[in-house]
C-alpha cells in the first residue's frame, strides 16, 4: 500500500500578555499511513515535562473533526500548563475505517506517538490525560482503560502501555469490562435528556464499576442538560458552571501535577446555564 506522506507545518500564536506569551502549533503531524491520521499539537516553548491532554472529537464514528470546540479545550488546558493534543481518525462509512475498533486503534497510535515524542514539544510521556465528547469520549476510555493492544504492521510506536493517568468524558460510553484495579481516575459529565446511545445511566454505572474497584471518579449530572453538555458547563467560559469548573479544575491537579486528592465518588447536580 502506497503510504501517503503529510508534513506537519508549525504556526506561532500569541497570546495576550496575562496568558502564555508564545503558543506554537504544529498542525497535521502525521502518526499513521491514513490521511485522517494526523493530528494538531498545541505547546508552549518555555514547557518542560509539561502534563498533556488529548481532546477527542465526537460525531458518532462517521463525522467530525480535530478543529472542533478547540479554541474553547485548548485555552481550558493550556491554562493549567499543559500541552493539548486534538487528532483526526479514520471513519465509519467509507472513509477508511470498517469498524468502531478501527477509530480505537487510531486514537490509541496517536497516543503512543506522543509518548514516544513528548520531548519534542515539553511534555512529560508519563502524564497523558484522554478527554473526549460523545464518540470521543468512548475513544477515551478506551486508551484509558484497554490492554493488550494488538498493534497493526503500520504503527510506528508500539509499546506494551500508554501512559494515560486520567480520563474526561463529556457523554459516551466505555467497555466496564477493561476496568481494573489502580486503573486511571475518571471525571464524568452527562445529561439529563441524553442522547439514546449514551444514557446518563451509562455515566452512574460506569461509576458504580470504578467504585467498586477502588478507582476515583467524579460524576456531573446536568439538569435538564442534553447530549455533550460539558461543552456549555465546563468548556466554554461564557456559560461555564463554576462548580463544575473548581471540581474539574482539582481534577486535573490530581492526575497531572500529584498536587491533592479531591473527594471522590460522588455526583454534582447542576443546572444549565
Known amino acids: 500500500m502506497k503510504m501517503k506522506v503529510i508534513l506537519a507545518t508549525t504556526v506561532l500564536l500569541v497570546f495576550g500578555a496575562d496568558l502564555f506569551g508564545e503558543v506554537k502549533v504544529d498542525k497535521n503531524v502525521a502518526y499513521g499511513p491514513h490521511e485522517r491520521n494526523v493530528m494538531d499539537i498545541y505547546w508552549n516553548t518555555d514547557y518542560k515535562n509539561a502534563p498533556i491532554v488529548f481532546t477527542i472529537h465526537g460525531g458518532s464514528f462517521k463525522f467530525g473533526s480535530k478543529e472542533q470546540w478547540i479554541k474553547h479545550t485548548r485555552k481550558l488546558y493550556m491554562d493549567k500548563g499543559c500541552v493539548v493534543v486534538s ?14 475498533a478501527d477509530c480505537v486503534i487510531d486514537a490509541a497510535m496517536a497516543v503512543a506517538y506522543i509518548q514516544a515524542n513528548a520531548e519534542k514539544f515539553g511534555g512529560d510521556s508519563t502524564k497523558i490525560v484522554a478527554t473526549g465528547r460523545s464518540a470521543g469520549a468512548y475513544l477515551a476510555y478506551s486508551v484509558a482503560y484497554k490492554k493488550n493492544w494488538n498493534w497493526p504492521a503500520s504503527a510506528k510506536y508500539k509499546p506494551k502501555k500508554l501512559n494515560v493517568v486520567g480520563v474526561y468524558c463529556d457523554s459516551g460510553a466505555g467497555n466496564f469490562s477493561w476496568i481494573e484495579k489502580n486503573d486511571p481516575p475518571a471525571f464524568m459529565i452527562y445529561g439529563e435528556k441524553e442522547h439514546p446511545q449514551t444514557p446518563a445511566s451509562k455515566g452512574f454505572a460506569m461509576q458504580k464499576v470504578l467504585t467498586s474497584k477502588g478507582i476515583w471518579s467524579k460524576m456531573v449530572y446536568v439538569k435538564p442538560g442534553g447530549h455533550t453538555p460539558g461543552t456549555h458547563v465546563l468548556e466554554q467560559e461564557s456559560t461555564r458552571n463554576e462548580t463544575v469548573f473548581a471540581a474539574f479544575s482539582q481534577f486535573l491537579d490530581m492526575v497531572c501535577y500529584d498536587k491533592g486528592e479531591p473527594k471522590g465518588g460522588d455526583v454534582i447536580e447542576v443546572k444549565k446555564n
Open 87 to 100: 487528532p483526526n481518525y479514520r471513519m465509519l462509512g467509507g472513509k477508511g475505517a470498517s469498524s468502531i
